[in-house]
């Protein structure tokens, strides 16, 4: 379980950077190095509750991840956007593709036994 939390935690991190430069983008990168912060450390800790949350099972098929990922990355992301002052929905969105993302490759690529 430890492989999956660390590397959910390094995906949350690499599609934080994504996260920077998309919202960077869309809404500047001066003045913005708090808020820019945040979303990328939002991203970290969906990472982590993604990596801890493998007992979670909403369907016992191979759309577990998908779901799993989507409400957890929906959850996490919904928090950030909320405290954010509903600034980025298209950042909102994107967390919950990213929590799919994460689930999927963790899932794949670390097994628990």
Do not use: E, H
Not at 4 to 32: E, H, P, T
Not at 37 to 52: D, E, H, K, Q, T
Not at 61 to 71: D, Q, S, T
Request: one cysteine or more; glycine letters at 14%.
């Amino acid at each position: 379980m430890q492989k999956r939390i660390w590397l959910s935690i390094l995906l949350g991190a690499v599609l934080g950077i994504a996260c920077i430069i998309g919202i960077g983008f869309r809404l500047g990168f001066d003045g913005n190095m708090l808020f820019l912060f945040s979303a990328w450390y939002n991203r970290v800790i969906m990472g982590l509750i993604i990596g801890l949350a493998t007992p979670l099972v909403f369907t016992k098929n191979k759309f577990n991840p998908v779901i799993r990922g989507a409400v957890i990355g929906t959850l996490v992301s919904y928090s950030w956007y909320v405290a954010s002052g509903n600034r980025d929905s298209l950042g909102f969105f994107a967390g919950i593709g990213y929590g799919i993302i994460i689930d999927l490759i963790a899932t794949k690529y670390a097994k628990v036994k």
